[in-house]
């Protein structure tokens, strides 16, 4: 999808941090933009910095753990626009802490989000978009995560959340690539943005000791992070590009070279038992 221009893309999280850097380039490339937040006030914001640079731009109150809202969003960007072409699912949340540090409000919190949400829009959006006939683009986010483990990790239910990520991208792509829509992962390092404070709109109720830990641990590393508006040019560059993973930092290969070498060991061991055809099965093609 190189040509950007009079295309419709609507951005959950786009209120703040990656989610506005992409709103940001793709009004730059020409794009028409629904900014969908569940901080509708902060997307009102970004909506009006973007009519004000000249793109369309609208905002939609938007919690992406809930269908209704998601459906909402559908319906105020086809109403408005009359199509969507490219749906970022960027909105995310961050809980630190080991395995027995978390909660069950942390893993359901996590896992709706990052996840769930992802699954949720897809399904809202994608008939619809279908229907259009026209180019389509689906970029959901991750994480460095996702595709490696960072050494200051210490993120279990963040990292499993990634991962799953990772791999619904991958089979989305792969199974709707007949039907003219394209699917990207955004796998981002770290970045300037305010995701170690994203318990400002949870329950406090079901907080663990991870959110704490988040926020101590997390905050003072996003000094040295990548500027937004940079890592949303590099995700809309690979959303033109259709690249099936987009990532921000080169040192990140160091974290998934490590990842695969260990994949490649344990491959070699498999190898080495030297099975019959009857003994390990055949293999799928």
Partial sequence: MQDLKDKVAVVTGGASGIGRGICRALA???????????????????AKEL??????????????????????????AYDTFGKVNILCNNAGVHVSGRARHMTEGDWDWLMNVNLKSIFTAVRTFLPR????????HIQNTASEHGVGLP????????????????????????????YNLEVSVLCPGLVRTDIYDSARNRDEASYGEGQRIAKEVG??????????????RIAVD??????PFILTHPYIREFVD????????????????????????RHYR
């Fill in 258 to 281: 490590r990842r695969y070498q260990q994949v490649s060991a344990a491959l070699d061991k498999a190898d080495a038992r030297n099975l019959t055809v009857e003994q390990s099965g």
């Fill in 219 to 232: 905050e003072p590393a996003m000094a040295d992070g990548m500027h937004p508006d940079t890592a949303g």
């Fill in 151 to 178: 050494d200051l990790g210490r993120a279990v239910g963040y990292t499993a959340s990634k991962h799953a990520v990772v791999g619904f991208s991958e089979v989305l792509r792969a199974e709707n690539a007949k």
């Fill in 51 to 76: 009519q004000e640079s000249g793109a369309e731009a609208i905002a939609a109150a938007c919690d992406v753990t809930d269908p209704a809202s998601i459906a909402a969003v559908v319906d105020k």
């Fill in 129 to 136: 978009m279908l229907e259009s006939g026209e180019p389509m």
């Fill in 28 to 46: 730059e490339d020409g794009a028409r933009v629904v900014v969908a937040d569940i901080e509708v006030g902060r997307a009102e914001d970004v």
């Fill in 238 to 243: 690979g959303i033109r590009d259709n690249d």
